[in-house]
């Protein structure tokens, strides 16, 4: 990546492993000053050791999102550190896989309130900023689940699924302020530590599908957004066709992924009920990388995919347009 981003501001929520530790890693490199926001301290120190050895400016901030008056806190502080905020990115994620009766409620409720109200609380706090600077991009990490929806994780699809409809109305609000930015993310599966992190209460081990992106093509995506934003940035999938499947044929994709799902719960090692790191962090680094893709497979899972997207939304589609006709 050839930017030059010395000087830009840059806040991330999320930024001790994952998407956010390597969103962070990039924003080092490429000169901007950072502040990384978490719950595990571990983690973060970790990512800023890794920021600082690359000669980078970053600071860390230990906090829960799920926290209001932290969240404020923190866009006060990374206010008066940086001198302003240039870009905010939202990026702090958690789920619990299960069928939505066996999952206890507490933890749907906990995935709500990190996936979206955090969100929502971040945005809330970093606006004014923003308006009084009249300037500033939010990125909001979304997923391609913010298009179809996973079974076995419904209350992570209901938080996707709002905040998609959350950033289309925020865009409209400041449409009179063109150098304010709501940028979304919308990355396919991503290889990184999360799946370790998950609740799980399916009765089998959690793993990966072995085609996932790397961490780094996802963080890039944001740095790009630094100095050319745009409404909605899809990572590892054809957003047109995602779209176009979604309005045509809303169900048939999650009902052939729950077929999938439970053939794999039946099948797949055993896995002890847990509820992750919902509730409380990790106690060592994790770092930005899950280590377990296959470059090669993900090319060729992700070129059937598009086949199979494509065909969904042409066969949904011509059942459209016959019933208009009839």
């Not at 298009?147 to 905040?163: E, G, N, Q, R």
């Not at 065909?311 to 019933?323: D, E, F, K, M, Y």
């Amino acid at each position: 990546m050839s930017q030059n981003l010395s000087g830009k501001r840059i806040v991330i929520t999320g930024g001790s492993s994952g998407i956010g530790a390597a969103t962070a890693i990039a924003f080092a490199r490429l000169g901007a000053h950072v502040v990384i926001a978490a719950r595990g301290a571990a983690g973060l120190d970790d990512i800023a050791r890794r920021c600082r050895e690359i000669g980078g400016s970053v600071e860390t901030r230990v906090l829960d999102v799920t926290d209001g008056a932290a969240v404020i806190a923190l866009a006060q502080d990374a206010q008066r550190l940086l001198g302003g905020i240039d870009l905010w990115f939202s990026c702090v994620g958690v789920g619990v896989v299960g069928k939505y009766p066996d999952t206890p409620f507490a933890d749907h409720q906990r995935v709500i309130e990190a996936n979206l109200i955090s969100h929502m609380q971040e945005a809330h706090a970093v606006l004014p900023i923003f308006l009084s600077q009249d300037e500033g991009t939010w990125v909001n990490m979304i997923s391609i689940g913010g298009f179809v929806a996973t079974p076995y994780a419904a209350a992570y699809s209901a938080s996707k699924f709002a905040l998609r409809g959350f950033s289309e109305a925020l865009r409209a609000e400041l449409s009179k302020r063109p150098n304010i930015h709501v940028c979304d993310v919308y990355p396919t599966f991503v290889d990184t530590p999360a799946v370790g992190h998950a609740g799980n209460y399916t009765g089998a081990k959690l793993s990966l599908p072995p085609g996932s992106l790397p961490p780094d093509k996802v963080a890039n995506a944001v740095v790009r957004l630094a100095t050319h934003p745009r409404n909605s940035t899809f990572v590892g999938a054809p957003g047109l066709v995602m779209k176009l499947a979604q309005f045509t044929a809303p169900n048939m994709g999650p009902s052939i992924m729950n077929g999938f799902l439970d053939s794999w719960s039946r099948k797949a090692e055993p896995g002890a009920d847990t509820e992750g790191s919902l509730f409380t962090p990790p106690a060592a680094p994790s770092g930005p990388d899950g280590h377990t893709r296959n470059a090669a497979l993900r090319r060729k899972l992700a070129s059937g995919a598009i086949g199979i997207l494509a065909a969904s939304a042409a066969i949904a589609g011509s059942l459209v347009i016959g019933r208009k006709r009839r």
